[in-house]
């Protein structure tokens, strides 16, 4: 077994650094013994650099389907046919009372996301300054938007309102983006990015991961990530859906999974690393071995189109690792 090899890289990292990118793409021809033994490591990064805390966010789908973008994973772009809700921007008042909810079960971040390219006109701005305004006021809750491809003076506004953080994944590698999205380029994607931290915001950002991609593509996306300076990571696993344009993959299996965890930690020793989409249909009944593998927090409840586990399982799995979910804001 390659005990030295491990050793080394876990020993990097726990220094706070990135390994190197010869080192990460060593991750891939590791064996699951191997990989047990890197986890216990990947294990010790997290608890050096985040303690015992599991941060826990939840969303709401707070405007669904009818997007113009053709990205192929999704299942609100109406490039597809698929049986995702399609509604408008909900009011101030059921995002304000889907913040309370997810606050009332454990979450310590709250997120509001839309359908579409961007917010499509100054009311429905309006209306989400309004609504981190009072989650702000009423809530202890981080307040955190994905709202497309914004521009500065907008994000400017939202951060007076009060938003703590924005979201927006790369999604995938540069060099595979072409192949999942077709209606916007990569650049759009770091563009949109910069224009939020020039704005202030904490910036989360992050991909999906068993859309085709190699190893090496994974790696890429990490660096790339790493290079943006960025405060989190929402780490997906495909969960392909009928009548999207990747329903005919697999979901990725269980330690290839893990491996990509452990791969994000070492080259993002620091970063809250979050997994969200794919986690019940990768992981099933093994969801703990997240944090061995390096990861520091989950996103809680439902999804954009689909149904995620009982928040109350998730605080009890949390509870019986010996490690403690955040329930208010820092």
Same mark, same amino acid.
């Given at each position: ?25 060593? $991750? #891939?021809? !590791?064996?699951?013994?191997? *990989? %047990? ?10 608890? =050096? @650099? ?104 907008? $994000? #400017?506004? !939202?951060?007076?309102?009060? *938003? %703590? ?10 060099? =595979? @983006? ?153």
């Amino acid at each position: 077994m390659r005990t030295e090899l491990i050793d080394n890289m876990v020993e990097t990292a726990l220094k706070g650094e990135s390994i190197s990118h010869e080192q990460v793409l060593q $991750l #891939e021809s !590791l064996t699951h013994e191997e *990989l %047990d033994y890197l986890f216990v490591g990947t294990g010790r990064i997290r608890e =050096h @650099f985040k303690g015992q805390d599991v941060k826990i966010c939840s969303i709401v789908n707070a405007k669904s389907g009818r997007c113009v973008e053709d990205c192929s994973f999704c299942a609100q772009s109406s490039s597809f046919q698929t049986d995702s809700p399609e509604y408008g921007l909900m009011d101030v008042d059921e995002i304000v009372a889907a913040a309370k909810e997810a606050e009332a079960f454990g979450s310590n971040e709250f997120s509001i996301v839309v359908s579409g390219t961007s917010l499509d006109d100054r009311k429905e701005l309006d209306r989400v300054i309004e609504a981190i305004k009072r989650i702000k006021a009423e809530t202890q809750l981080e307040t955190c938007c994905s709202l497309g491809l914004m521009p500065l003076k907008h $994000l #400017e506004e !939202l951060k007076e309102a009060g *938003l %703590d953080r924005c979201h927006h994944n790369l999604e995938t590698a540069k060099s =595979h @983006f072409d192949k999942i999205v077709t209606t916007h380029t990569y650049e759009d994607e770091v563009n949109a990015i910069q224009n939020a931290k020039a704005a202030g915001l904490q910036v989360c950002v992050g991909g999906i991961f068993g859309m085709g991609e190699t190893f090496e593509q994974r790696a890429e996306l990490a660096f790339s990530i790493r290079d943006l300076e960025t405060q989190s990571f929402p780490i997906n696993f495909l969960k392909p859906i009928k009548g999207t344009g990747l329903d005919h993959l697999e979901p990725m299996e269980q330690y290839e999974a893990l491996r990509t965890i452990s791969l994000l930690r070492l080259v993002l020793p620091k970063i809250d690393l979050f997994v969200c989409g794919g986690r019940e249909e990768v992981f099933i009944d093994n969801q703990e071995r997240l944090f061995s593998a390096g990861a520091n927090g989950i996103l809680g409840g439902n999804y954009l189109t689909t149904k995620g586990q009982d928040p109350k399982r998730d605080i009890e799995m949390i509870e019986n690792l010996g490690l403690h979910p955040v329930y208010t804001s820092i």
